[in-house]
């Protein structure tokens, strides 16, 4: 199994950036499709973004396109998000998650129980 921890989270002020990082032990991160998913208080977990095990694909919520980009690192074992002019709305704890399949095309990825394996969460609270 593989064990994710993620960081880079903290207080920002609208406009500024964050990355994010996930990193993986247990197993290497090139067995893995991934993903970044967020939850804010009193709401459902949302799809972020999540990326093939090459890196090759990758996709976003529409609320981040343009402005968060994933990627990943597999000889590093560590994946990342790098969040760019954020706002108020992107405040919430953000968790990465692993899944290990042979395909990565169609839109399971877009779904968090689809996701085996997940991270303890990093916050980002952004400030107006």
């Known amino acids: 199994q593989v064990q994710l921890v993620e960081s880079g989270g903290g207080l920002v002020q609208a406009g500024g950036s964050l990355r994010l990082s996930c990193a993986a032990s247990g197993r290497t991160l090139r067995s893995y499709h991934m993903g970044w998913f967020r939850q804010a208080p009193g709401k459902e977990r949302e799809f972020v973004a999540a990326i093939s095990w090459s890196g090759d694909s990758t996709d976003y919520a529409d609320s981040v396109k343009g402005r968060f980009t994933i990627s990943r690192d597999n000889p590093k074992n560590t994946m990342y998000l790098q969040m760019n002019s954020l706002k108020p709305e992107d405040t919430a704890a953000y968790c990465c998650?692993?899944?290990?399949?042979?395909?990565?095309?169609?839109?399971?990825?877009?779904?968090?129980?689809?996701?085996?394996?997940w991270g303890q969460g990093t916050q980002v609270t952004v400030s107006s």
């Open positions: 998650a692993a899944e290990e399949r042979t395909y990565y095309s169609g839109s399971w990825h877009y779904d968090p129980d689809e996701y085996d394996f």
